[in-house]
């Protein structure tokens, strides 16, 4: 007896191995696929900007890296004694205009050398539903606790997402012509906007993709969002919120996915490392018996022996 429904994964080339260079970019599902990449110790990095729920967002991040933009301080403004800027998260605020304005410029240096070596770059959208600043007439990234009433709402339509899609592949491709590009819609529900607010934004974005990829090589769609839709239709794999994908949703979606893109070979090497990670968060009992002092000096064999093939890999 069946009792789910799986969706069906076609293999993808080039698959990701230990010399792949991966750049992770959009929603907060972004950063949990980009967290199993850091725990595994590929080559990756993740939004520079902090989380980018929507594609106007990441148009505007890759237009500003790929051109060699810089932010000033009119770019900036003061708010719950933080300074903030409208193109990024709220992680990035400071409270030191200087030090924000620095670190908004070295993430844009940083992230068009890092376009430029990457060998795959995924980006995953959120919402489609977006806020524009009315006294600048700009979409913006973030709202950052601006009150709503400065703000105007609106849903962006299918063309219009498929517009900035293709700007995005355009900035990305300026930088590195053979980076392979692909794209998928994050599982969490942006309930805030609403739930039938929150599908209509989901089917905009899914459509725009398809729209954008169909018939072009190097770009592609994983589906982060209908595996968690059809094949964990459960709420036991949703987090207390009811909203966000738990750790083991997050696990099956990770499986799933490398079960298309990632090497046969670089799958092996996981294992070694998993096996490296699972040794460095034991805690001993007795951490100056001679049986932890013996575990301790045959983990650190097997950490020289990863590195000294893998250089870039740092255990911690």
């Known amino acids: 007896m069946n009792l789910q429904t799986k969706i069906p994964l076609q293999p993808q080339n080039p698959k990701l191995d230990y010399e792949s260079e991966v750049f992770m970019l959009g929603s907060c599902f972004a950063e949990?696929?980009?967290e199993k990449f850091e725990y595994y110790k590929f080559k990756n990095r993740i939004n520079p900007f902090g989380i980018?729920?929507?594609?106007?967002?990441?148009?505007?991040?890759?237009?500003?890296?790929?051109?060699?933009?810089?932010?000033?301080?009119?770019?900036l403004f003061f708010h719950n004694e933080r300074w903030h800027c409208?193109?990024?998260?709220?992680?990035?605020?400071?409270?030191?205009?200087?030090?924000?304005?620095?670190n908004l410029n070295t993430a844009l240096t940083f992230t068009k050398e890092k376009l430029q070596s990457a060998t795959?770059?995924?980006?995953?959208?959120?919402?489609?539903?977006?806020?524009?600043?009315?006294?600048?007439?700009?979409?913006?990234?973030?709202?950052?606790?601006?009150?709503?009433?400065?703000?105007?709402?609106?849903?962006?339509?299918?063309?219009?997402?498929?517009?900035c899609l293709q700007n995005c592949i355009h900035l990305i491709k300026s930088l590195n012509s053979s980076a392979q590009i692909v794209f998928t819609v994050s599982p969490v529900r942006h309930s805030k906007d609403g739930f039938v607010e929150?599908?209509?934004?989901?089917?905009?974005?899914?459509a725009a993709i398809h729209q954008t990829i169909s018939g072009f090589q190097n770009l592609s769609y994983f589906p982060s969002y209908e595996i968690m839709m059809d094949e964990l239709r459960d709420y036991r794999f949703y987090g207390a919120d009811m909203i966000h994908p738990n750790e083991t949703a997050i696990q099956y979606i990770w499986e799933r996915f490398s079960e298309v893109w990632i090497s046969e070979k670089a799958k092996k090497i996981?294992?070694?490392?998993?096996?490296?990670?699972?040794?460095?968060?034991?805690?001993?009992?007795?951490?100056?018996?001679?049986?932890?002092?013996?575990?301790?000096?045959?983990?650190?064999?097997k950490k020289d022996k990863l590195q000294e093939e893998y250089p870039f890999m740092d255990f911690k």
């Not at 106007?56 to 237009?63: G, Q, S």
């Not at 001993?284 to 018996?289: R, V």
């Open 86 to 102: 409208f193109d990024a998260h709220s992680s990035l605020s400071n409270p030191n205009q200087e030090e924000l304005l620095s």
């Open 270 to 301: 996981m294992l070694q490392v998993e096996d490296i990670q699972k040794g460095i968060a034991h805690r001993a009992f007795n951490p100056k018996s001679e049986q932890h002092m013996s575990f301790l000096k045959k983990l650190t064999l």
């Open 198 to 206: 929150n599908n209509r934004s989901k089917s905009h974005l899914i």
């Open 32 to 34: 949990n696929i980009g």
């Open 120 to 163: 795959h770059v995924f980006i995953t959208l959120g919402t489609a539903w977006v806020y524009r600043l009315k006294s600048l007439d700009m979409i913006v990234a973030n709202c950052h606790k601006i009150p709503q009433k400065e703000f105007e709402k609106s849903l962006l339509s299918i063309d219009d997402i498929g517009q």
């Open 52 to 75: 980018l729920f929507h594609p106007k967002a990441i148009e505007t991040f890759l237009w500003m890296a790929s051109q060699d933009e810089q932010y000033v301080d009119s770019d």
